[in-house]
């Protein structure tokens, strides 16, 4: 029986020389051996994570803290320099008490 397709016309060979060559075979090995050694990074940093969860925690804890008091004082002070200008266009106009 005569096959339905030729190999040689689809490509199919040249693909199996490339896939079946030393340098193609080295590559895929480089290549797995690169993600290997990256899930096993990964493995480790979410062990860690895991061993120090309570330190990370506090860290965090902190760090929310320190940014919410520098957010409170720039806050703050961005609120009082506003209050100072209106009061000093005030002072100058008197008009502030006619807007309310």
């Known amino acids: 029986a005569k096959p339905l397709v ?7 060979s040249a693909i199996t020389k ?8 080295k590559l895929f090995q480089g290549l797995g051996t690169a ?3 990256t899930a096993t990074k990964f493995a480790s940093f979410i062990s860690y ?6 330190d990370i ?3 965090v804890t902190s760090i929310g803290g320190i940014a919410k008091a520098f957010a409170v004082g720039i806050w703050n002070t961005a609120k009082d320099m506003i209050t100072g200008i209106a009061k000093a266009f005030n ?5 502030s008490k006619k807007a309310k």
């Not at 490339?18 to 075979?25: D, F, G, M, R």
């Not at 994570?49 to 309570?54: E, M, S």
């Open 35 to 37: 993600i290997a050694g």
């Open 6 to 12: 030729s190999v040689q016309s689809t490509g199919l």
């Open 91 to 95: 002072d100058i106009t008197g008009n």
């Open 57 to 59: 925690s506090t860290l």
């Open 49 to 54: 994570i895991g061993n120090h969860q309570k």
């Open 18 to 25: 490339v896939l079946s060559s030393n340098a193609t075979q």
